[in-house]
């Protein structure tokens, strides 16, 4: 572990989840609805997916106050034939609309063995990780697309930043292993890390950001002076133009320069777009066999022969996995700058703070 | 254009085709389905992936020869839904089990929308962007994802390359604009631009590969002592591992442990596997409202600011478009070691050689 800053605490996942219900039903958002989003959150920090949990809130009650989330949302399909549907998110919470898409992808999947399902008018959803995770516990993989919701990426060799983060994430069941989990930006580092590490007061590696004239940017407090670096330069701009195609573009939701900063932004609808692939491991063969191959697969790979200097290979996902059962046992670490922040909102909305016990690790 | 070899030779399109259909039939393939492989081929230098052209010809000759190749498969659907299938290539020619595939998954999502169409027991292919592109004059996107044919790229951080350069290639219509093809290796290089560098005689640029003590690696004739790169680090090993998946353990394709290094094993099948998704666009809208907005799009990249030093900014696919339009004027440049290749393959099966004209650009 890390060392934590001064004044985190440690808190239960119960504990996280219902303080952001709390909030979210002080803002506007109906029970039900409040406890979705809750839950997704508190999964968020507890896998340590931290630049996309309770971080986000005092963000999310802005944009719900200042109007820019419609709190009483219409989510429906829009468009639909067999294997694929573009469900309209009325403007909804993301981590609703996105949670919706998934439910019935998985639904039609299981009739015609793959199904596409698509958003648009959604919001920011949260880690992509925990939809492209969704279709696992049905027997099925998951790939998820979204349009990030902000600009931080010129085209490869442009200074104009008409791209996002554009996150891909797949989800594949196993048998005894835990579930193979990839959940990466197309950008060396998803805006949410460089969030994170500002929050935390740390500097970001030379790598993930350069300024306008092409250099390094190391300090997170300056990242609207510069752009976010592309995985594999060219092959990464490639790769989040055509995830902000396939997420947005094609479900008729912002990209390009529509996207909407909502960093800045807090009243105009950003228009998000996401997409979710189910693909139906019952269709394909048994899926119980294909279990024990991917189980073997994760064997190969952990057991493999190393570099010098490593300690573990790792599958995609692991580290969450492991985190998540750490966190289970010994409570979820919440940085005392985040604490102090969700302080002063649960002031604000009259609602109990997060206690949680003092991290002393 | 990067300056040529001695004696390299520029060929028209269909010579190009003729000579290497004239070859696949010498060989043992029946005439059809020489044409068909001939095209591919002939199309994949057209577009300038000189890697994954008629440079391939003596070794698939090679492995034909030596029974490696099925010269009369029976190509058929073994697993099927509406919106899925797995075809068993029946270890032919990986040119003639992807076409099927692509032509199935079209039939497929004009129906239901999105469709997927997979391979098992097929072969080395040619470029990923040849079968992404087949959708797009269905009015469609397409996504492919394949199970590269030798294990170059071990886990992060580890020493044994239990994965391959595990391409991912998407096709995109657009209106007035050529459509958007991204076709992209998850490692640095892809293991085809190795050996077109070792044929021409260049050396690879650092970040290419590395040895097995993790040193830069340089000469792509000693490409058999170490590894190649994934892009973005433990990112790119993350994305070979799933599209391996996808392509591959899905279909119950070979992947990992499993794959045939079809460079020095020319008997054993390969067991290779391709996923092709079709996505119709007139599922999700008016696909002429959606070529116009990517039409919108390319045209807002390649005129936005561009960094000092850049001259243009690209699209994904665009370098091959004009490529393709350059030698269908002037010709398809070969290089000198590559024509005295086939003339020899020529010589043994009594073909008459490439012609052309001295490139003396």
Not at 111 to 127: C, D, E, F, L, M
Not at 184 to 190: E, K, Q
């Amino acid at each position: 572990m890390k060392t934590r800053n001064n004044n985190s605490a440690l808190v239960s996942f119960e504990e996280l989840k219902c303080f952001i219900r709390n909030i979210l039903v002080q803002a506007g958002l109906p029970g039900d609805d409040a406890d979705k989003v809750a839950t997704l959150m508190a999964r968020a920090d507890l896998q340590g997916s931290d630049g996309h949990g309770v971080i986000r809130l005092p963000q999310y009650v802005k944009r719900i106050r200042a109007g820019g989330i419609n709190t009483k949302p219409d989510i429906k399909v829009v468009r639909e034939r067999a294997a694929m549907a573009v469900v309209d998110g009325d403007n909804a919470m993301g981590h609703l609309a996105v949670s919706y898409a998934a439910e019935l992808a998985i639904e039609k999947a299981r009739q015609t063995g793959v199904a596409w399902v698509g958003t648009r008018r959604s919001n920011h959803a949260g880690p992509a990780s925990l939809y492209a995770g969704m279709p696992i516990k049905h027997g099925m993989i998951g790939v998820y697309f979204a349009v990030g919701n902000a600009n931080h990426l010129p085209p490869w060799g442009g200074a104009e930043m008409l791209l996002s983060t554009n996150p891909i994430a797949i989800g594949v069941p196993a048998g005894k292993e835990a579930p193979i989990v990839l959940d990466m930006a197309t950008t060396v580092a998803a805006y949410g890390k460089v969030k994170a590490k500002a929050k935390r007061g740390e500097m970001m590696p030379e790598g993930w950001m350069i300024d306008r004239q092409g250099r390094p940017l190391l300090d997170p407090n300056r990242a609207d002076e510069g752009f976010l670096l592309p995985i594999g330069g060219h092959k990464g701009y490639g790769l989040a133009l055509m995830v902000g195609i396939l997420a947005g573009r094609l479900h008729g939701a912002a990209m390009g320069r529509d996207v909407v900063d909502f960093n800045k932004d807090h009243t105009t609808p950003t228009n998000t777009g996401q997409a979710i692939l189910a693909i139906d491991l019952a269709a394909f063969g048994d899926p119980a066999l294909f279990a024990a191959e991917i189980d073997s697969l994760i064997q190969d790979i952990r057991n493999s022969e190393k570099l010098p200097g490593t300690e573990r290979i790792w599958l995609p996902g692991e580290q969450s996995h492991a985190r998540r059962l750490e966190y289970q046992r010994s409570g979820i670490p919440i940085s005392g700058g985040v604490v102090r922040e969700l302080s002063i909102l649960a002031d604000e909305l009259k609602v109990e703070p997060l206690r949680g016990v003092e991290d002393t690790r």
